[in-house]
RNA sequence: GGACGGCUGGCUCAGCUGGUUAGAGCAUCUCGUUUACACCGAGAAGGUCACAGGUUCGAGUCCUGUGCCGUCCACCA
């Protein structure tokens, strides 16, 4: 036995760290270079291997799904490099649009600043600030999972070049005819003083009330038989939100409904407003629910303004972005919050004689995400793309196999989503994103009212709301400031783009777009990993997107993660507190332990608990390799250093089972069978080469002197299988096996290191 | 309401195109060893593969139905 200067057990914490930077040192995360070692070396060079990776948010901390992802990026990544292929994990982070625009105005509030305060420009430009000063803590935090990424060409979500590449591609779909404006209902938060996504909203049961409110009919003859079939002059609905009724413009009852079906195209006069609004039939109202009569607002319900749409209805806002009543409605309403209004109507309904009575109940209402006030569901102008011919082009590339997802149920879902595609909202009220790259010449309302008002002027638009506009209502599609005529201001579109309309352009756009070296040599890709619950968010965008830009899909394989739970199969969140973080599993058991873990736990599409026990478990494994590697080392005498390192190992049960084995990994690696992988290197390394081989060869070389043929014969091998092993094992756990790697260089018994090496 | 998935030993899950006594990890139990590793070794116990039908020489694996659970989307006047 020779003592080695290697502890007894694998210290992951300090040597992680100087491990990474061996890496990053070497250069060959950067696929060109990777090309050239491959050259150099005389080894057979592959097809490039690319995996564009989703971007964190530039605004936190990663948690652990994030780090976890990446190790699904990283083993096939390293697996692919040392089979041959220049291989590029491009990396990037996101701006995340609404959640770092909320982020960091509460950061600002605790300056006892406001957006408003600074300004569209200085918010924008310090938030870019916030986002990259934060940008390498998350990069710290992803390294640590030890992701060989190429990261001389990271990417930010709002880089300029990116941007150029985005608005290229709103230019051409505009020129294309895809992009038009259309009304549409957004979740406004009167708090926030923003538009959400439906994304950023939750639901919640709160206490509200279901009033009945007679709207009576028109014409005497209806109020008659109205007053003998229901015993009142009228039509009686019911509803959640009376204030509303100011900008009613219908009543809906179900066709089929025996009590109304002689009403349907009659009148009813709105209360208070003194408007005639008609009865008009709608299927999907419910009979059994209130009085089975509903009032129609279309301006102020998702639901009534599909109806309202259908039933060609006018829209009339009475509410506005800060969920006060506004708009035509009468002068003792104005400016009340909605609650207050619901309460005086009720008020006054009930003196007229026309509140018959007022329910509590409990309903679920859409609340902010973050401040939990509820939305106001309003209505405005919004930029659409009409993606169905994409949706069209997408679905072929799934039918005929040139995109895969995996797991394969998945894949039915995603056709199913572009055979029901909708037209896609890609404007939103923020300033914290890709400002839409339109120009309006004296002002966006006048255009709007322009395209509203076929054959106006003008002149006539001034006449009717009684403002003067500098410019005459002209759009113009460009990055900077057009240049004004005289008496002419020209405004910028305010909206920015969503974020997915960006982000579903990353494949390419990180690559420089279709005139970069880096896109003909790296495009398309060959995979897209990414949490399940984004596949129509995210993917879907990018195949369609991918297709409109490059006439290709920008991957073919698209590989989902499941969700980490925690260990009671509830959600982690913050709330909650029982969220662990990634640098809490890293400092206690390493990044190889928790890697090898969700490699056999974490199957694509379904979500793992965290077991810690398991993580330990996986612990003790790598402990393992570094022990085994360990003896090995230690049972090579200083003088037998030398003629081993030169040994030609013969072919022997042995090695030849070791060979079936690897064999057998690189197998389940190719079809990203990652479980498996990890399952059989575990069982081979622990059960075959520790328990049973190393307990061979310790009685085979039992009573051999010091460099006997015998002793190098058999340790020879061994050593041979170790080195053999430590390279399939590497994509799965990089740490421990280079670890273990550079104490066979210290010997000389190995060169290079393992992150390079070819596994044959 | 729509779409998709899951239901296998105490727990978390494998099990490819149907084929001999259904596997792993963790937990449990017994024994061993402390001179690579107690972050160890040897061994054991534990499952009528949700339920009901069907196809088949043969089904955890295919088909139909039922139940329960999960996820996403929509809705909640």
Redesign the pocket.
């Known amino acids: 036995?020779t003592e080695r200067n290697m502890p007894?057990?694998?210290?992951s914490q300090s040597r992680e760290k100087e491990i990474f930077h061996l890496w990053e040192k070497s250069g060959l995360t950067n696929p060109d270079n990777m090309r050239k070692y491959l050259e150099d070396k005389n080894y057979d060079v592959k097809s490039t291997y690319t995996i564009t990776l989703p971007p964190p948010n530039a605004n936190g901390d990663l948690h652990l799904g994030h780090v976890c992802g990446y190790s699904f990026h990283d083993v096939i990544g390293r697996y692919k490099r040392m089979t041959g292929h220049p291989v590029l994990l491009l990396p990037g982070k996101d701006h995340a649009g609404i959640q770092t625009e909320s982020v960091f105005s509460k950061k600002l509030e605790e300056e006892g600043l406001s957006k408003t305060d600074l300004g569209r420009d200085k918010f924008y430009k310090e938030a870019y600030k916030f986002c990259m000063d934060n940008m390498k803590n998350a990069r710290i935090q992803e390294q640590r999972i030890g992701l060989s990424a190429d990261y001389s060409r990271e990417f930010f979500t709002l880089d300029p070049r990116l941007t150029r590449i985005v608005y290229e591609t709103f230019y051409r779909m505009y020129m294309d005819g895809m992009v038009y404006r259309d009304k549409r209902i957004i979740n406004q938060c009167p708090h926030c003083m923003t538009a959400l996504a439906?994304?950023d909203?939750e639901?919640e049961e709160r206490r509200?009330i279901?009033?009945y409110i007679i709207y009576p009919f028109e014409k005497e003859v209806d109020r008659k038989l109205a007053k003998k079939k229901f015993g009142v002059e009228g039509i009686t609905?019911?509803?959640?939100?009376p204030e509303?009724m100011l900008g009613d413009t219908a009543v809906?009852v179900?066709p089929k409904d025996e009590r109304y079906k002689e009403f349907i195209g009659k009148n009813v006069i709105l209360p208070i407003m003194d408007r005639p609004i008609p009865v008009i039939a709608?299927e999907?109202?419910?009979m059994e629910?209130?009085t089975g009569a509903?009032?129609?607002?279309p301006a102020h319900?998702?639901?009534?303004f599909?109806?309202g749409k259908k039933h060609k209805l006018d829209v009339i806002n009475v509410i506005n972005e800060q969920g006060l009543m506004s708009g035509d409605i009468p002068e003792r309403f104005k400016g009340l919050e909605t609650k207050e209004c619901s309460k005086a109507l009720c008020a006054e309904l009930a003196k007229l004689g026309l509140l018959v009575k007022i329910e509590n109940i409990k309903?679920?209402?859409?609340i902010c995400e973050r401040c939990k006030t509820p939305i106001e569901p309003i209505i405005s102008k919004q930029w659409y793309l009409n993606v169905e011919p994409l949706a069209k082009r997408a679905l072929e590339e799934l039918r005929s196999g040139n995109v895969k997802v995996m797991?394969?149920?998945?894949q039915?879902?995603l056709?199913?989503?572009y055979e029901?595609i909708?037209p896609w909202c890609i404007s939103r009220q923020l300033w914290w994103g890709q400002q839409i790259p339109v120009w309006y010449s004296g002002s966006k309302k006048l255009y709007d009212w322009l395209q509203e008002h076929p054959g106006m002027t003008k002149k006539d638009y001034e006449k009717e709301t009684g403002e003067k506009v500098r410019g005459n209502g002209e759009l113009r599609l460009s990055d900077t400031q057009p240049v004004a005529r005289r008496g002419e201001v020209w405004k910028q579109e305010t909206d920015v783009f969503d974020t997915w309309f960006s982000s579903g352009q990353w494949p390419f756009s990180t690559l420089g777009g279709e005139d970069a070296v880096d896109f003909q040599k790296y495009y398309p890709t060959q995979m897209m990993i990414h949490a399940?619950?984004?596949?129509?968010?995210w993917s879907a965008r990018m195949i369609m997107l991918g297709l409109y830009r490059t006439g290709k899909a920008p991957f073919s394989t698209i590989f989902l993660t499941?969700?980490i739970?925690s260990?009671?199969?509830?959600?982690m969140s913050k709330s909650k507190g029982n969220g662990i973080t990634p640098t809490a599993i890293f400092d206690k058991y390493g990044a190889d332990a928790l890697r090898l873990?969700y490699y056999?736990?974490a199957?694509p599409?379904?979500?793992?608990?965290l077991?810690e026990?398991?993580i330990?478990?996986?612990?003790?494994?790598?402990?393992?390799i570094?022990?085994?590697?360990?003896?090995?080392l230690?049972?090579i005498d200083n003088a037998e250093l030398e003629n081993i390192g030169e040994y030609r190992v013969t072919e022997t049960e042995r090695t030849k089972q070791n060979r079936e084995h690897i064999e057998a990994v690189k197998n389940y690696l190719e079809k990203y069978?990652f479980?498996?992988g990890a399952?059989k290197i575990?069982?081979f390394f622990?059960?075959t080469v520790?328990?049973?081989w190393?307990?061979e060869i310790?009685e085979e070389i039992k009573d051999e002197p010091n460099c006997s043929t015998v002793r190098l014969e058999k340790l020879g091998e061994l050593l041979y299988i170790l080195k053999e092993n430590l390279k399939i094992m590497h994509p799965f756990i990089p740490f421990v096996t280079e670890a273990v790697w550079q104490e066979l260089v210290e010997l000389k018994l190995a060169k290079g290191i393992l992150m390079e090496q070819q596994i044959q």
Do not use: Y
């Not at 007894?8 to 210290?11: I, S």
């Not at 609905?237 to 939100?241: I, K, L, P």
């Not at 260990?567 to 959600?571: F, I, T």
């Not at 570094?626 to 090995?632: D, E, L, Q, Y």
């Open positions: 036995m007894k057990a694998f210290d439906d994304v909203t639901h509200g279901f009033a609905v019911a509803t959640t939100r509303t809906a179900n709608e999907s109202t419910e629910m209130g509903f009032k129609i607002t319900s998702p639901i009534d599909e109806i309903h679920d209402v859409s797991p394969a149920g998945q039915k879902a056709e199913h989503f029901n909708q399940r619950d984004i596949l129509f968010w499941g969700m739970m260990s009671d199969g509830s959600k873990w056999s736990d199957l599409g379904s979500n793992a608990p077991r026990e398991k330990k478990g996986n612990r003790n494994f790598i402990n393992k570094w022990n085994a590697s360990r003896f090995i230690m049972n069978q479980n498996l399952e575990r069982e622990w059960h520790c328990d049973k190393i307990e310790k």
